[in-house]
C-alpha cells in the first residue's frame, strides 16, 4: 500500500511537470523553495511581474 500511494504521488508530480514549461518550473521549485515573489525574482534574474504570471499559468495548467 505504501508504495501505491509513493508511486501515485511520482505519477501526479510527474503528470503536473510534464505542462509546464521550463521557466515555469523555475518559478515553482524557487517559490516553494523561499515562499516569496521578490525572492523567487531576486534568484531567477526575473522581474516579479514575470513570477506572478507564471504562478497565474501555473495554477492555470494545474487546475488550481
Known sequence: EA????DSSLN???KITDKLSKLELSVL???LKTGS???T???LLVS???VDNA???IRRKINL
Open 41 to 43: 525574482a531576486k534568484e
Open 55 to 57: 504562478l497565474v499559468r
Open 3 to 6: 508504495f501505491f500511494v509513493k
Open 48 to 50: 516579479r511581474k514575470t
Open 12 to 14: 501526479a508530480a510527474s
Open 37 to 39: 515573489y521578490d525572492a
Open 29 to 31: 521549485n524557487s517559490f
